[in-house]
């Protein structure tokens, strides 16, 4: 069956250390993955896209990379910062073009 | 900058009831998505529109759920009877034709059914 997969447990990082988070998937082949971050009680907010033929993506202090082989997809914040505790959530485009969304990882930034 | 519009933001009803919920997309945006968020989980497709159409509504459970979108612009998602599974957060999202991998998302409606 097909499957997205994050990490439920939060992430608990102490500021300015670098966050990673990951996303694994199977029986998918998506032309692209997005990751979003998603406050308490509001929408998903879309962060960063990165393609197939794309190894890696940066925007300011993230950085998500992409590996079709392990059907992975890793999201860093680097010098992490308490605003960044938020809930992330990777997506994937399916073969019906459909937006395929993971349950995401909550992260907590400690100051 | 512009936003996706719902309303109501909360919503309390008993099952058997009706409820709707209304969304308006970012100007000039052709294609709008409505989403059901279970708590815990990552948002779920109910139905797309494209303008006026729907180009995707797999996932809408037709018997109970029904959605419009008649000038192509804002949207309205009704359910008809509520039960107690349908409490959710249900989320609006919009995006342009040019820029159609970055959706837009509403701040969404929590519904709570009792």
């Known amino acids: 069956s097909q499957k997205i997969e994050q990490n439920s447990e939060a992430l608990n990082i102490q500021e300015g250390k670098t966050a990673t988070l990951t996303c694994n998937y199977t029986n998918y082949s998506p032309a692209y993955l997005q990751w979003y971050r998603q406050d308490p009680g509001r929408g998903p907010v879309f962060l960063l896209l990165?393609?197939?033929?794309?190894k890696e993506k940066r925007k300011e202090r993230l950085k998500v990379t992409f590996d079709t082989t392990l059907k992975q997809s890793l999201f860093h914040i680097t010098a992490s910062q308490p605003a960044d505790s938020a809930t992330y959530l990777c997506?994937?485009?399916?073969?019906?073009?459909?937006?395929?969304f993971g349950s995401g990882t909550r992260l907590l930034v400690r100051p | 900058e512009a936003e996706v519009a719902q309303s109501p933001r909360y919503k309390i009803t008993e099952k058997s009831q009706a409820v709707a919920f209304w969304c308006d997309p970012i100007s000039g945006h052709a294609t709008l998505y409505w989403y059901r968020q279970i708590l815990g989980q990552g948002p779920e497709l109910l139905v797309q529109?494209?303008?006026?159409?729907?180009?995707?509504d797999s996932q809408l459970p037709k018997d109970r759920f029904s959605a419009e979108r008649l000038k192509g612009v804002d949207s309205t998602l009704k359910i008809q009877p509520a039960e107690l599974g349908d409490s959710a957060m249900y989320l609006c999202?919009?995006?342009?034709?040019?820029?159609?991998?970055?959706?837009?998302f509403g701040p969404g409606t929590r519904l709570t059914v009792t």
């Open positions: 997506a994937l485009k399916d073969s019906s073009y459909k937006l395929i």
């Open positions: 990165i393609r197939e033929n794309e």
């Open positions: 529109f494209q303008d006026e159409s729907v180009v995707d």
């Open positions: 999202a919009s995006t342009s034709t040019g820029r159609s991998y970055e959706q837009y």
